[in-house]
Nanobody
Framework: QVQLVESGGGLVQPGGSLRLSCAAS????????MGWFRQAPGKEREFVAA????????YYADSVKGRFTISRDNAKNTVYLQMDSLKPEDTAVYYC??????????????WGQGTQVTVSS
């Protein structure tokens, strides 16, 4: 398993942007597919975006498609989530997750501790 640490959350106005980072431990990061999930207060955790181990394939929830971009740098053991045109309904704790293998399908093996994103004026 890998250990994951998210960063980059914060308070942003509607229409603004944030970039989340998720740093992974270990030397086999390039063998893991990665995903981003979020959980708003009183709601279940939901899928946001995912990327294959090679970075060649990406997947998005309909609610963020065209606004969020997932990417990874295997040399830096890091996956990113660029979030643009943020809306109040994007407010949530964002988690990154890792799954050993090329394709980002559940179940995921490791989870980070989460980073808070708040979109408000």
């Amino acid at each position: 398993q890998v250990q994951l640490v998210e960063s980059g959350g914060g308070l942003v106005q509607p229409g603004g942007s944030l970039r989340l980072s998720c740093a992974a431990s270990g030397r086999t990061f390039s063998s893991y597919a990665m995903g981003w999930f979020r959980q708003a207060p009183g709601k279940e955790r939901e899928f946001v975006a995912a990327i294959s181990a090679s970075g060649g394939s990406t997947y998005y929830a309909d609610s963020v498609k065209g606004r969020f971009t997932i990417s990874r740098d295997n040399a830096k053991n890091t996956v990113y989530l660029q979030m643009d045109s943020l809306k109040p309904e994007d407010t949530a704790v964002y988690y990154c997750a890792a799954r050993y293998g090329s394709t980002p399908v559940p179940p995921y093996d490791s989870w980070g501790q989460g980073t808070q994103v708040t979109v408000s004026s």
